[in-house]
């Protein structure tokens, strides 16, 4: 069972910056991805940022030039710096991983394993 283990999160104010850190269990970069998820009360999750099998990122337009994803694949780990954080950001913030082939910030329904989430919470 692979296993997901985010850390980071907390409180800021608006304009202020924080980093989560996933740590995978398993991961081989040149055939898994790794994501980043965030969920609004009574919404769905939706994709951040992931890195697919080739290594190429991906963003969701709300959050380009402002969030940036950096890898330490010796220690299986994946971080999501977040600069310039706004209200809107508030959110459960959920790592995920995709085991085999992947390309792309692919909907949540398609990723086989999540972590347990940390909260981000950003005041005006």
């Known amino acids: 069972q692979v296993q997901l283990v985010e850390s980071g999160g907390g409180s800021v104010q608006a304009g202020g910056s924080l980093r989560l850190s996933c740590a995978a269990s398993?991961?081989?970069?040149?055939?898994?991805?790794l994501g980043w998820f965030r969920q609004f009360p009574g919404k769905e999750r939706e994709g951040v940022a992931s890195i697919d099998s080739n290594g190429s990122t991906d963003y969701a337009d709300s959050v380009k030039g402002r969030f940036t994803l950096s890898q330490d694949n010796a220690k299986n780990t994946l971080s999501l710096q977040m600069n310039d954080l706004e209200p809107e950001d508030t959110a459960m913030y959920y790592c995920?991983?995709?085991?085999?082939?992947?390309?792309?910030?692919?909907?949540?329904?398609?990723?086989?394993?999540w972590g347990q989430g940390t909260q981000v919470t950003v005041s005006s």
């Open positions: 398993v991961y081989t970069p040149s055939r898994d991805c």
């Open positions: 995920a991983g995709r085991w085999g082939y992947c390309t792309g910030l692919a909907p949540w329904i398609l990723w086989d394993s």
